[in-house]
């Protein structure tokens, strides 16, 4: 059974940083995409980084480039996003997704993702 654990979030002053981790279980992501998203109350759920299996192409929504990256470590199957000046509009639910399908660019699209996890929670406070 494929698990996928967030873990990293929490309460944050504007400003901040703080550095999300998502460990996959049940099945290798060495050759697949991986990926974050986040709902924030009352919104839809929207892309934030994406990167590929080996870890050399990533993309990054607009409202986070510069700040945030996207990282992975595929000998511990594990997918990482570093924030860092944190805004209160980054208040979200945090999701980390996995492509079940091997392919060279990763997908902005939620759609294209078969496995979640549970969310960790993101509170930025001004």
């Known amino acids: 059974q494929v698990q996928l654990v967030e873990s990293g979030g929490g309460l944050v002053q504007a400003g901040g940083s703080l550095r999300l981790s998502c460990a996959a279980s049940?099945?290798?992501?060495?050759?697949?995409?991986m990926g974050w998203f986040r709902q924030a109350p009352g919104k839809e759920r929207e892309f934030v980084a994406v990167i590929n299996g080996n870890g050399r192409l990533d993309f990054y929504a607009d409202s986070v480039k510069g700040r945030f990256t996207i990282s992975r470590d595929n000998a511990k199957n594990t997918v990482y996003l570093q924030m860092n000046s944190l805004k209160p509009e980054d208040t979200a639910v945090y999701y980390c997704?996995?492509?079940?399908?091997?392919?060279?660019?990763?997908?902005?699209?939620?759609?294209?993702?078969?496995?979640w996890g549970q969310g960790t929670q993101v509170t930025v406070a001004s």
């Open positions: 997704a996995a492509d079940s399908e091997v392919g060279l660019l990763p997908s902005r699209g939620n759609y294209d993702y078969d496995y």
């Open positions: 049940g099945r290798t992501f060495s050759s697949n995409a």
